[in-house]
């Protein structure tokens, strides 16, 4: 069983960053593929971001492209999510999940993942 923890969501203002953590509680964290997720009020959850195991490989929707920046600390345990040039509809519930050896773009992008977090609420004020 994996426990991952998020952390790092907040208030900010349009424009400002933002960086969330997901920390795991195993020590084999590096042969997980990590991805980010958010949920906004009454819309579905949707794919931000995520890193495979290997290599690593990073994938990010169009949406945050150039703006978001996944990477990891395999030695922490722990997969980041820069968040820079914030906007108001970044505004959701962040969750990272945890996917044993997933490296398949398709499958990080879409899921299913085997372990999520909390989630870590972002707010961004206009």
């Known amino acids: 069983q994996v426990q991952l923890v998020e952390s790092g969501g907040g208030l900010v203002q349009t424009g400002g960053s933002l960086r969330l953590s997901c920390a795991a509680s195993?020590?084999?964290?590096?042969?997980?593929?990590v991805g980010w997720f958010r949920q906004a009020p009454g819309t579905e959850r949707e794919f931000v971001s995520a890193?495979?195991?290997?290599?690593?490989?990073?994938y990010a929707a169009d949406s945050v492209k150039g703006r978001f920046t996944i990477s990891r600390d395999n030695a922490k345990n722990t997969v980041y999510l820069q968040m820079n040039s914030l906007k108001p509809e970044d505004t959701a519930v962040y969750y990272c999940?945890?996917?044993?050896?997933?490296?398949?773009?398709?499958?990080?992008?879409?899921?299913?993942?085997?372990?999520w977090g909390q989630g870590t609420q972002v707010t961004v004020s206009s």
């Open positions: 195993v020590r084999t964290f590096s042969l997980y593929a």
């Open positions: 999940a945890a996917l044993y050896r997933g490296s398949d773009y398709k499958r990080l992008i879409n899921g299913p993942y085997d372990y």
């Open positions: 890193i495979s195991w290997s290599s690593p490989n990073t």
